[in-house]
């Protein structure tokens, strides 16, 4: 039997060794314009389109890392019978479908995990379900290729979501599940809603945590991350060896597109990050927050100039490159709302995003960064370990629409370790 991958991630550009993935299926197309709100999207997407865009990130991951598929890793733990009948009843308990229990049980493996992510379909065999206007007695999981969000990889634990809104719950579970249980994967699960101090104020998302170095971590507080989620993750970072910094950067409310801290910041070499301006430098209410920890106590909190400032003053001095590039706040924007801020380092400055936010990628390239095209890896035409430093480009057109980018898609549990100093 092969050993299991341990979680270990202390930086967001450290090499990639292994990586989480979820393909989109047909659960993206099992909503129409008039539940898409209830979904948390703005629109409606075209699976063909999306599938061909998300090849290009898979294929891009498959050729520089190990990959696993978050629906593999379901299947895998569901062969044991009673993590199959716990995970069963906690979802249709904790989504009112307990009549489809046993139909569920009865499921081969393969096809549960399928429907636990696609959605089980509401039979209209009473006047009540007849009359009913939901489609599904199992809603489906739009949003699961966005793994980032419903866990993150803490060092050598998993944190575990505890979502903001109610329609993604599943997700977490389904991580939760994953991670206490996988044959493949070692991750000692850190979980909210499983701990003994948890109450409701608390929501926690992975793509407002961000470790921007084995002793700082930047967390986003969010319309999805909420201060007493951040003050969990503190409680945590206590019970670590050595000092800890923990920056909390405050996002906006509006619009949909700062749901998380990586659409605004996402580090991409050890002294370069991608911001958007407006919400990181310029003056505004946003409190950027550092709390420092040592020996097992919150030593000192207290508020800083901004983001960078913060890191600065912590022996991190990044260079900014602007989403959207500066010539205009305009483009800035624009190009913000596509995910162009939300990059994913597979290592030290070689990154991914999407191809049409065209003036991030011309910033990106006026500071050094080769802009190559996924598919000229995918066929070897291009070799990505011959390149210092590289944006990789996918396709987003149709992706950017379900409202997050790269880093929103992937979700690291191994990086080499990576020296800043």
């Not at 039997?1 to 270990?8: A, G, L």
């Not at 409680?235 to 409310?253: A, E, F, M, S």
């Amino acid at each position: 039997m092969q050993s299991k991958t341990t979680i270990d991630v202390t930086s967001e550009i450290g090499q990639l060794e292994a990586v989480i993935l979820h393909t989109p299926g047909h659960e993206v197309e099992n909503m129409t314009p008039s539940n898409a709100e209830r979904a948390l999207y703005s629109d409606i997407l075209n699976l063909s389109v999306a599938s061909e865009e998300y090849r290009q990130l898979s294929g891009l991951l498959n050729k520089v890392t190990k990959t696993f598929q978050v629906k593999d890793l379901l299947v895998d733990v569901l062969q044991n019978s009673t993590i199959k009948h716990n995970l069963i009843q906690d979802i249709c308990k904790n989504e009112f479908c307990e009549s489809i229990a046993d139909e569920l049980h009865q499921l081969p493996t393969s096809e549960l995990a399928t429907k636990l992510i696609e959605g089980v379909e509401l039979t209209k065999d009473t006047l009540t379900s007849y009359l009913s206007p939901e489609r599904y007695a199992l809603r489906p999981l739009h949003n699961f290729f966005f793994t980032r969000d419903a866990s993150a990889s803490l060092y050598n634990r998993a944190l575990i979501s505890k979502m903001a809104n109610k329609v993604r719950e599943r997700e977490p579970l389904i991580m939760q599940t994953i991670f206490a249980n996988s044959s493949f994967i070692e991750a000692n699960p850190l979980a909210p809603v499983r701990d003994s101090n948890f109450y409701n104020d608390i929501t926690i998302e992975g793509g407002d945590v961000i470790i921007a170095r084995h002793d700082i971590l930047v967390v986003g507080q969010s319309l999805r991350t909420s201060p007493q989620g951040i003050d969990f993750l503190a409680n945590h970072l206590k019970t670590l060896p050595g000092k800890r910094y923990l920056v909390v950067q405050q996002l906006p409310d509006a619009p949909e597109s700062f749901i998380h801290l990586d659409m605004v910041f996402t580090l991409l070499d050890h002294d370069t990050c991608m911001i958007y301006e407006p919400v990181i430098l310029h003056p505004n209410r946003l409190q950027t927050i550092l709390m420092t920890i040592d020996n097992g106590q919150i030593k000192k909190i207290e508020n800083k100039e901004n983001l960078l400032q913060c890191l600065r003053s912590l022996g991190m001095d990044l260079n900014p490159l602007f989403c959207g590039g500066r010539k205009d706040l305009w483009i800035q924007e624009r190009e913000q709302w596509h995910s162009g801020a939300n990059f994913f380092a597979f290592a030290p400055g070689k990154v991914i995003g999407y191809a049409r936010n065209v003036n991030t990628m011309e910033e990106l390239n006026n500071h050094g960064y080769e802009i190559v095209d996924a598919d000229d890896i995918i066929s070897n035409k291009t070799d990505v370990n011959s390149l210092k430093k590289c944006a990789v480009t996918i396709e987003g057109a149709e992706l950017s629409r379900g409202g997050g980018g790269a880093r929103c898609m992937t979700m690291p549990i191994k990086r080499k370790t990576t020296n800043f100093t």
